[in-house]
Structures are given as structure tokens and as C-alpha cells.
């Protein structure tokens, strides 16, 4: 049994800041990628950012500069730094973890967390 958890979504103003975090928690032997992925009315599921256990980060063309993904391996964690929001940014963030569970780890599986909901207006 494993889960992902998102929090920090609210209502920010055009250019501020906002931090989501994501915990995933459970029967975990290892989480390989962890990220996040959001998803407008309207809109196809887009990536925002992955981040490896390594550290390596992947960030899609429209929060490069502007928003950071950082893992902590030891907590399971992702969070994303949200900097210099704009209205186009307004979207339910969904935390993403591929996790080999102690009971079968023999596969890796990715789990969704349910969403986040942060709205950028004035």
C-alpha cells in the first residue's frame, strides 16, 4: 500500500510565489522518479518537473526559470518552488512517485497523488 500525498495549493497573485509539496508514504522499498504534472480545464496533462534520485531535474518549457523541484530521498519528498506565477500557471498539480514496494519489488509502479489546486488571478 503506498501513497502520495500533494499539499500547499491556494490562490496567489500574478508574479508571486507559491510551494507545493508531496510526500509519498507506505510499504516503500525505493522511489526512483519523483514529480509533478499539472492539469488545466480544457488542456492535456503537461509535465512540470521530474526530479531522479540522483537529483536530476527535467522541467517542461513553461516553468523553465521560474519554478524548482527539489528532492529529499530520505523523507521520500518532492516539492516545487513556484516563482514569478502568471494566470497561464493556474492548473490542479499532481504529484507523481515511481515506487518499488517492499512486498513486490520486483516492478516499479508510479502513483498519483490526487491533486493540488493552485490558482493564479488578481
Known amino acids: 500500500q503506498v501513497q502520495v500525498v500533494e499539499s500547499g495549493g491556494g490562490l496567489v497573485l500574478p508574479g508571486g510565489s507559491l510551494r507545493l509539496s508531496c510526500a509519498a508514504s507506505?510499504?516503500?522499498?525505493?522511489?526512483?522518479?519523483m514529480g509533478w504534472y499539472r492539469q488545466a480545464p480544457e488542456k492535456q496533462r503537461e509535465l512540470v518537473a521530474t526530479?531522479?534520485?540522483?537529483?536530476?531535474?527535467k522541467y517542461g518549457d513553461s516553468v523553465k526559470g521560474r519554478f524548482t523541484a527539489t528532492r529529499n530521498n530520505a523523507e521520500n519528498t518532492v516539492s516545487l518552488q513556484m516563482d514569478m506565477l502568471k494566470p497561464e500557471d493556474t492548473a490542479v498539480y499532481l504529484c507523481?512517485?515511481?515506487?518499488?514496494?517492499?512486498?513486490?519489488?520486483?516492478?516499479?509502479?508510479?502513483?498519483w497523488g490526487k491533486g493540488a489546486l493552485v490558482t493564479v488571478s488578481s
Open positions: 507506505g510499504s516503500i522499498f525505493r522511489v526512483n522518479d
Open positions: 507523481s512517485a515511481v515506487v518499488v514496494s517492499n512486498t513486490n519489488r520486483q516492478s516499479a509502479v508510479t502513483h
Open positions: 526530479v531522479s534520485r540522483g537529483g536530476a531535474t
